[in-house]
């Protein structure tokens, strides 16, 4: 078998001791011999990149976040658990089988950094993993293991851009999930009031702005489980499986038609194809992979380049992205312009209407992607898709609207006779396709949000969609109060 367990258990850690039985602590005392500075050598040395998405390097980001520290506030460790992309459930399963694990590593990136609190930051739909995480925390603290820091659990809302970085800070700080115009590392708005601005009215500071703001280091969840063990047994050891440019292993899941789904942890670096063998068993019977998507933040991967290695380089190489190594398998009887409509409505309806291409050139991607679904489009419409495909993305001042234009891009590029096809008769009305985070799993099999199709361009789901954005929506000036 291919897999490997490094952060992801095989079976549920019960408690603390039973986590101490198998080396929960060394991190924390070799982190407490080595000091602030040397946490970050060593992190820098072990090439650990964020496994959130971006990849960005860990080490350079805690140094960052240390150079930054303010002088009047203490710093705070975030643990990004709003796990939210659609084909995602590796943060959930490693939260649900060793917590543990995750909060030491979030204890070593407060040392590092000199911050007073640990958050972690998940839905509040994630009753289980918020449950284990609590638990988790209690026997820390009665332990005395915390160190004077403090150990909390947020739940914030379903919207998919709680899980972007700066978003998921706006949340923490009592403000609707809305991208902030700031470097990352600085958290709060808190002269503005608490819960009294929005960053869709405010210009955050801009890097080498003076601010008192204090930092906040924000980490994924898989990411800060990888600490633990770097400390412990030292960057070589976690460099001695994986990819030069992508050290050590990545969680990942497999769904959409394939024999089964399921979540595995795997050298950086295997085959794609390997991933979907062993996850996923390979293609339904009868059937071909025609195509994967990795979440709904990177282009389609055609069948032909499934021997790409999961590596954040090598995928970004031949035009894809691993990004949280959520991969949505499609097969030869799916039709890609249902799966792509779907994609577009996804990032349409949770565009927070900030910058307005993303959500009305969005929108409007939707729709007319779904006309070519229905067999009911015009050429016209087809030089509609991609003028909006150019446009969706202008001014951005987060990802989304880059995810839209990637998808839809990679569409028209890689599949371009798919759409003709549905204008001049050879394909026929295709059934929609739901793109919807992973809810659970049944068995081997993932669960779909199945009401995500209920959910309204402004963020509600009652009643009829008001025509506002949700920054239109929800967003609040200083002096409205």
Not at 81 to 101: C, H, M, Q, T, V
Not at 234 to 263: E, M
Not at 398 to 425: M, T
């Amino acid at each position: 078998m291919l897999t490997r367990s490094r952060v992801l258990a095989p079976e549920p850690v019960p408690d603390l001791n039973a986590a101490a039985e198998a080396g929960w602590g060394d991190g924390l005392d070799a982190a407490v011999t080595l000091g602030p500075a040397g946490v970050i050598e060593e992190l820098e040395a072990s090439g650990l990149r964020g496994r959130g998405g971006a990849g960005f390097p860990t080490g350079r980001k805690w140094r960052t976040v240390a150079l930054n520290a303010s002088p009047a506030l203490p710093t705070a460790v975030v643990v990004n658990a709003a796990e939210g992309e659609p084909g995602s459930f590796k943060d959930r399963a490693i939260l649900r089988r060793n917590p543990y694990r995750v909060l030491e590593g979030a204890l070593i990136a407060a040392h590092a950094v000199g911050a007073d609190a640990v958050v972690v930051a998940l839905k509040a739909s994630f009753s289980e993993e918020a449950a284990r995480v609590r638990q988790a925390i209690e026997e820390i603290e009665r332990a005395r293991q915390a160190d004077g820091i403090g150990l909390t659990v947020f739940e914030g809302p379903n919207e998919y851009l709680y899980g972007e970085e700066t978003a998921l800070l706006e949340a923490i700080d009592g403000r609707e999930p809305f991208p902030r115009v700031a470097p990352p590392f600085r958290h709060g708005v808190d002269e503005l009031g608490d819960g009294e601005a929005s960053a869709a009215d405010v210009e955050m500071a801009a890097p080498g702005d003076a601010t008192a703001a204090p930092p906040a280091l924000v980490n994924n969840v898989e990411t800060i489980a990888n600490v633990p063990a770097i400390l412990a047994d030292g960057p070589d050891a976690f460099r001695s499986i994986g990819t030069s440019g992508t050290p050590g292993t990545v969680v990942c899941t497999v769904t959409g038609r394939t024999r089964r789904h399921g979540v595995g942890e795997f050298p950086t670096g295997t085959p794609l194809r390997s991933v979907i063998e062993a996850l996923g068993d390979g293609a339904r019977p009868g059937r071909r992979i025609t195509a994967v998507l990795s979440g709904v933040a990177h282009p389609f991967l055609p069948a032909d380049l499934l021997e790409t290695p999961v590596d954040f380089d090598a995928l970004d190489a031949v035009g894809a992205g691993l990004g949280a190594a959520g991969f949505i398998v499609f097969d030869d009887a799916t039709d890609l312009v249902a799966v792509a409509q779907g994609v577009s409505r996804f990032l349409a309806i949770e565009s927070c209407g900030q910058c307005t291409p993303c959500k009305q050139d969005g929108l409007a991607l939707s729709d007319l992607l779904d006309r070519v679904r229905r067999s009911d489009a015009t050429d016209l419409d087809l030089v509609a898709i991609g003028d909006r495909a150019r446009t969706v993305a202008d001014g951005a001042r987060c990802f989304l609207a880059h995810q839209h234009q990637r998808v839809v891009g990679s569409l028209l590029e890689l599949f371009p006779g798919l759409l003709a096809a549905h204008l001049d008769g050879h394909v026929g009305a295709a059934e929609p396709e739901l793109i919807a985070p992973i809810v659970d799993f049944d068995g081997d099999r993932a669960v779909l949000d199945e009401t995500h199709p209920e959910k309204h361009a402004d963020w509600t789901t009652a009643g009829v969609d008001s025509g506002r954005s949700p920054a239109d929506r929800l967003g609040r000036t200083p002096d409205s109060g």
